[in-house]
């Protein structure tokens, strides 16, 4: 089966072909919002929608030239229903249903969530299951016990900023131009170890929640109250950093602990951190476990992942029929 991911949740219009029989992918298209947004410095809905609109069946044809494919050898179709931008989520979700009406093949509605949680099932080699998955991204931070397709277990979850929104705050009130997380990334690499050492939260408490609004607030008074020069800005940048990335590495053990898993899966789009992925490959070699990344391009929203989960629920009998409804809010634990 040949199936085409469609990807609108956000401020990404993505498609991608999964091919069931030979399983790879076949091709994949992406446009970025970025520039539309930075001038608002962060993602206008409305503006979202209709740039989704007026980009998607340009990026269909694209892609389907670049496959050798027409669309009567489309197979089925994945969807991205939620969650997400409502109005982006229904632009999506309205094309996949014409298309799927037009071409009489089934059509399904896929979790936007475990789209990147099975990002790394497009490389090689990809983890087998059962593994732990850090799903990192502007609105998420999860730890998953990956039991199979469609078996989760929720180990840990931010109870208020994720990792990509603290990234994105931080870089924000020091000025960063958006898209902030990955400048202050980059900014944080030209700072000095050790001028600036902020809390690792809730290190201190069982389990694997996260919380890093305080550390936010910690870096804002830190701003506030020094010089503002360049220099302090990186140092800044690189004490945030290392506190976020020092979190996440302390309860990614406390979660292979307690699953007994060898198996590490970084997703989402702050798994193409680089220096986050230095310090979990550092830290797999240690404890021996295999880890696995997405290729960039996959960490940041994109239509191969919805294709891939698409095709492997559509091989096990999956259909969302002539119904699905664009979902804002939809937890991993529902599915």
């Known amino acids: ?43 206008v809905p409305e503006l979202a929608s209709r740039d989704h609109v007026r980009k998607i069946s340009f990026l269909l044809n694209n892609l389907l030239e670049k496959s050798n494919l027409k669309l009567k050898n489309l197979d089925g179709i994945a969807v991205t229903k939620g969650p997400g931008l409502v109005g982006a989520l229904m632009v999506g979700v309205s094309f996949a249903q014409g298309l799927s009406l037009s071409l009489n093949i089934p059509v399904l509605g896929v979790h936007h969530m475990e789209g990147h949680l099975l990002a790394p099932m497009l490389e090689t080699p990809a983890p087998n299951y059962p593994f732990v998955a850090l799903l990192v991204s ?4 999860l730890l998953v016990w990956v039991k199979n397709l469609g078996d989760y277990e929720i180990l840990g979850e931010s109870i208020d900023d994720a990792v990509g929104e603290a990234f994105d705050k931080t870089a924000k009130l020091m000025g960063l131009p958006y898209p902030g997380g990955p400048e202050l990334a980059k900014l944080a690499e030209l700072g000095r170890p050790g001028i600036f050492k902020f809390t690792r939260p809730m290190i201190d408490r069982p389990g694997c929640d996260f919380s890093f609004s305080g550390l936010k607030t910690q870096v804002l008074n830190s701003y506030k109250n020094s010089d503002q020069t360049s ?38 789009g702050v798994a193409a951190n680089l220096k986050l992925r230095e ?57």
């Not at 199936?3 to 992406?30: M, P, Q, V």
Request: charged share 20%; proline share 1%; with cysteine.
């Open 279 to 335: 310090k979990i490959k550092n830290l797999s070699l240690r404890q021996n476990w295999s880890v696995f990344f997405p290729r960039p391009e996959f960490c940041t929203d994109n239509g191969a992942m919805i294709a891939y989960v698409g095709a492997m629920r559509l091989l096990r009998g999956e259909c969302s029929g002539s119904e699905i409804s664009a979902q804002s809010r939809w937890s991993l634990g529902e599915l």
């Open 138 to 141: 502007g609105g998420h931070t």
């Open 231 to 268: 220099q302090t800005k990186a140092d800044i940048a690189h004490g945030f950093q290392e506190a976020v990335i020092d979190t996440l590495r302390i309860k990614i053990e406390r979660a292979m602990e307690l699953t007994q898993s060898k198996n590490l899966v970084l997703a989402g």
């Open 1 to 43: 089966m040949k199936i085409l991911g469609i990807e609108t949740s956000c401020d990404e219009t993505a498609l991608g072909i999964f091919d069931t029989e030979t399983n790879r992918l076949l091709g994949h298209e992406l446009f970025s919002q970025i520039k539309l947004h930075a001038q608002y410095g962060g993602v």
